[in-house]
């Protein structure tokens, strides 16, 4: 059974730090390129940063840019998205997904093959 559960979200300080976590279990962790997405009310969920299966190659929205790093521990089935210097836009309900391809860093959600439930990231001003 395929399962992709996040933690580790919550409310912090405009300008501060958090690290979302989210491990993956169920597929072959390493055949995949993990994504974070974002969704806040009233909006489409967005790209928000890919890794490739190795961890070397990433990619990022241009909002995140500087801001957010994303990496993943495959020994441990888990990617991370560390985010610093948060802004109240930055408030979503934050998405690991993975994509069935060791190297192509897709900005597209539909390409995604799981999804995880989602953890709530609030950054007040």
């Known amino acids: 059974q395929v399962q992709l559960v996040e933690s580790g979200g919550g409310l912090v300080q405009a300008g501060g730090s958090l690290t979302v976590a989210c491990t993956a279990s169920?597929?072959?962790?390493?055949?995949?390129?993990m994504g974070w997405f974002r969704q806040a009310p009233q909006k489409e969920r967005e790209f928000v940063a890919a890794?490739?299966?190795?961890?070397?190659?990433?990619r990022y929205t241009d909002s995140v840019q500087g801001r957010f790093a994303i990496s993943r521990d495959n020994a441990k089935n888990t990617v991370y998205l560390q985010m610093n210097s948060l802004r109240p836009e930055d408030t979503a309900v934050y998405y690991c997904?993975?994509?069935?391809?060791?190297?192509?860093?897709?900005?597209?959600?539909?390409?995604?093959?799981?999804w995880g439930q989602g953890t709530q990231v609030t950054v007040s001003s």
């Open positions: 890794i490739n299966w190795s961890g070397i190659n990433t």
């Open positions: 169920g597929f072959t962790f390493t055949d995949y390129v």
């Open positions: 997904a993975a994509l069935r391809t060791r190297i192509r860093l897709s900005r597209a959600p539909d390409e995604y093959r799981y």
